[in-house]
């Protein structure tokens, strides 16, 4: 059985991590917030957010950019998070001692967090985007791409 390789495998690089515990719905809504944006963008919004889950998800993104320079010889400057995914894992099961020598049981969540860098140096049409990606400013007159702040309509700093 031959296995089909990826189109864009030498383009792209991820890290995964697997067994984290933590709810799959909590982790989502971290995950949303950085999806699409530039590495050193979405290093920047992990580090701000309130929210416990950010800090394995920053690991994971970390992570992935050092697979990309060590191994692939990439840009940090040029990385993009193309996928982020989470998905639900195992559920660890316990019992912890009640009254009258009852068990009470305790379901802790897993997930498994998939972070997916795109190079898009490899990308000639996305050279007008790379040049937005390093202005500090959010809007540019050449191209018509908007930029949304973090801050702007509550964002990610929602109830817990």
Request: glycine share 4%; proline share 5%; net charge positive.
């Amino acid at each position: 059985m031959i296995k089909k390789k990826k189109k864009n495998s030498y383009r792209e690089v991820y890290a995964l991590g697997q067994h984290l515990s933590m709810s799959a719905y909590k982790a989502r809504r971290v995950i949303d917030q950085i999806r699409g944006r530039s590495y050193e963008e979405a290093l920047m919004i992990l580090e701000l957010m309130p929210y416990r889950v950010c800090y394995p998800i920053f690991k994971l993104v970390y992570s992935a950019a050092a697979n990309a320079t060590h191994n692939k010889g990439f840009n940090e400057t040029y990385l993009v998070i193309s996928k982020a995914e989470v998905n639900e894992g195992n559920t660890v099961k316990k019992s912890q001692p009640r009254a009258r020598g009852r068990s009470y049981p305790i379901k802790r969540p897993t997930c498994h967090i998939t972070i997916v860098l795109a190079d898009l140096s490899f990308y000639p049409k996305y050279k007008d985007y790379l040049m937005y990606l390093k202005k500090p400013g959010c809007r540019n007159e050449n191209i018509n791409i908007t930029c949304h702040h973090t801050y702007s309509s509550g964002g990610p700093w929602d109830k817990k």
